[in-house]
Every structure is written in C-alpha cells, then in structure tokens.
C-alpha cells in the first residue's frame, strides 16, 4: 500500500514545537483496514532541531480523512467530521481546562483524556472554509507515551470499564459546567461545532438496505428465528433512525459533548508494574454531537465489555459514572441539586432504549473476522460486514445484548 502524502507539514506543527523546528520526517500506516474507518491514520517519525540546535525524534500521528477510500468519505462526511475533531483539540479541551484553572484546581488535576495536539487544518488554502483531501489533525504518537490500544476481540473488564466510566463522566460534566458558567462563549464557539450526525443521509439507498437486510438475518440468528423478538429490536432500530432526523437537541441537565462512538478501538490506557491500568486517552471524535450523555454510557457498556461483567455490574456502572460525575460537577463550583440520582436513572431508561441498536449494528464491525479483511484500505467497504454472517462470536455477543438490553428494560 502506497502511504497517502502529507504537504507541507511544517507549517501544521511549527507552532506548536516551543520553538523547534521541523527537519524531516517519515510516515506508515498506522491502523489496518478493519481497524478504523472514517479516517485514514500514519504514524510520523519527526526530526525536531530544538532550540539549543540538538536533533531530537517526536513520534506523532496524522489523522487524515479517508482519502484512499471514495465511499467511506462519502458515508462519513469529512466536510463536518474533520471540523467537528479539529474543535475538540482546538477549543474544547482548553476552555475546559481554563475554567478548572479559575475553579482553583492545581494543573496535575486538568482533564487530560485526549492526546497531546500539534495542529490541524482543513487546507492547504489557509482561507478555505470546506474541508478538502489535504486537511490533516496531528497528535501526540500514545503508543510511544506508553499508552496502549484494546483488543477489539477482548472485551473489557470491571476494572477497565470502572475508568472509562468514571474518565467519561468527566468528560461529560466539564462541557456541562462550560455552558452553565459561560453561556455565551460555549453558545458562541463551542456550540455550532457539534450538530446532530445522521450517517443515513449520505450512506445511499442500496448501501443502507442492504445494512438493514444484514441486520435482520444477524437478528435471526441470534434469536433463533424467533419474530417477535427480531420486530421488536427492528422497532427500536426505526426508533433509532427516527432520533437521527430529529432537530438539534436543546440544552437541558443532561446534554453535552457527546463521543457518540465511544468503544475498545477509541480508547488507549497506560498501566502500572502490575499490569492494572491507570490512566487513559479517547480518541476519533469525528462525529461528537451535542445530545444526551447517555448515549456514550450505553453504548460504551453494551458494545465494550464483557458480557458477564455488565450483568454483574450494570447498576454498579451507573452509579460509578453518575458519583464522578457529580464529583467533576462540583469540583468547578456547579450546583448539583437538580441532579439527582433517580433523575438521571429516568434518564438512562428514556435514552437507553433509543441507543440500543447502535451497539447491536457495531457489533458485527467490532468482533469482524481480521481474515475476511482486505490488505488495502481503498478496498475496504460494505461487503466486509457480509462476510461475518452467522459469525459464532457475533451471534453470541448479539444474543447477550438482546437479553441483558431486556433485563435491564432498555428494549
């Protein structure tokens, strides 16, 4: 595979080398096809001239959109998903930071959960407005700062999921106690960035059928044909599509910046000498929106970890996330009365049935046989999802979903 090429990478990083300067570099890819989709990702090995004129190597990452691949820049809309991630490194995360900095809170407690950033554009046309094929997002390089990827094979334990959860609810609570506090810079800046994201609008007609036949024969298959159960995920899969065409969103006590993709691939950890992990970084924020944050815990829960581990653990997770999201709440100075727990239980059981099928639909993507994969990512489309048919680690993992999304009452 021929490596995309990056133009005039100087100018996207320079600022933001204190006062280095960029001398060479070399790109790889990164992720293979199967691993990520609407992005195409290189790892960079840069040559940095410091200050005191010594050379030194800075691992980094290029994002850039799915340029060797036509339908999933059509499907995944670069022209709004690159803009909407660009904001996130740009301005979400140091306003967020500011406002914990003027709350008292010392520099080793600000939210850290996304890579280091060094530049983007969406350009080589420093006046342009559209994003086109040379729009690049340059990141700190996780793996060399010793975090590591999941295995999307592998879902995770408690002790994993306890830190995405409570990393998410930070997370959620900051863009919420932005709005509350400043109103008119999040109205103003932040705000317009993170529309509703409905993939049905440019997926096409016969791509989106035959996704919608793919998920019936998967829902066969897992209820052992049983109609009744299959027509009643279908319903909340109308359900789900009916909430994509909805209007944005209002503001309301729990609505934020949600990831809206929040699973094992978009997650890195770093761990300690016993192998447990400590910290983490979310990645692949393309297509955030601002709805509510239940969408991210419900997804994340049903589409990343063990099933047994959430059957033994769905209220503890809920309550895990709801007690860090309080506490981030209160550590910027929010008033929390209105947050109660029971609220945010109606919360769970309004938006949870809605945000089923998301996790049901990846599943298939998630657990994809590595084997039925192509080697190049301009190969890379639709027909992948087809070969995983009747797949027994799919079957499975959709036939824990169906019954625990019904105990729990989120079907």
């Known amino acids: 595979m021929s490596v995309p ?39 960079i090995a840069a ?18 959109p799915p340029v060797t691949n036509d339908l999933y820049w059509q499907i995944f809309q670069p022209e709004r998903t690159c803009i909407t991630e660009n904001k996130m490194y740009e301005i979400v ?63 995770f334990d408690f002790v994993h999921a306890k830190l995405v959860l409570e990393y998410m609810a930070q997370y959620h609570a900051l863009p919420i106690a932005l709005r509350i506090k400043k109103s008119e810079l999040f109205a103003r800046t932040l ?5 509703r994201f409905n993939m049905n609008t440019t997926m096409g007609d016969e791509v989106k059928n035959e996704m919608r036949r793919e998920v019936h024969e998967d829902l066969q298959l897992a209820t052992n044909n049983n109609e009744e159960a299959v027509n009643e995920i279908l319903e909340r899969i109308q359900m789900y599509d009916e909430w994509l065409e909805q209007p944005e969103a209002a503001d309301g006590l729990y609505t934020s ?116 994969l192509p080697e190049d990512f301009k190969d890379l489309d639709m027909t992948t999802l087809s070969k995983n048919r009747g797949l027994k680690t799919v079957t499975k993992r959709l036939e824990d979903i169906l019954r625990l999304a019904k105990k729990f009452k989120l079907v």
């Open 47 to 64: 040559k940095i001239k410091t200050l005191n004129g010594l050379i030194e190597e800075l691992p980094l990452i290029a994002k850039l």
């Open 191 to 195: 705000r317009p960035y993170f529309n």
């Open 257 to 372: 910046l949600v990831h809206c993709d929040m699973w094992i691939n978009n997650i890195m950890f770093k761990y300690d000498d016993r192998d447990q992990p400590t910290k983490l970084k979310f990645v692949d924020f393309q297509i955030a929106q601002y709805e509510s944050f239940v969408h991210d815990i419900i997804f994340f829960l049903f589409s990343s970890v063990d099933c047994t581990v959430l059957e033994d653990n769905f209220e503890s997770f809920l309550q895990i996330y709801y007690d860090a999201f309080i506490h981030n709440l209160q550590e910027v100075q929010i008033n929390t009365d209105d947050y109660s727990y029971d609220g945010f239980l109606n919360e769970v059981r309004r938006v949870g049935p809605i945000e089923i099928p998301h996790p049901i639909f990846m599943t298939k993507v998630i657990l994809a046989d590595s084997s039925t």
């Open 93 to 155: 995360v140091p306003e967020i930071q500011l406002l914990q900095l003027e709350a008292g809170l010392s520099k080793d407690k600000l939210f850290d959960a996304l890579p280091g950033y060094y530049g983007s554009r969406i350009s080589l046309d420093p006046n342009a407005t559209k994003v086109d094929r040379n729009a690049v997002l340059v990141q700190e390089n996780l793996q060399a700062s010793g975090y590591r990827a999941g295995n999307r094979h592998k879902m």
């Open 5 to 43: 090429k990056i133009e005039d990478l100087k100018s996207v990083v320079q600022p933001y080398l204190a006062g280095g300067e960029l001398q060479s570099y070399s790109t790889r890819y990164l992720t293979k096809p199967g691993d990520n989709y609407g992005s195409c990702m290189l790892a």
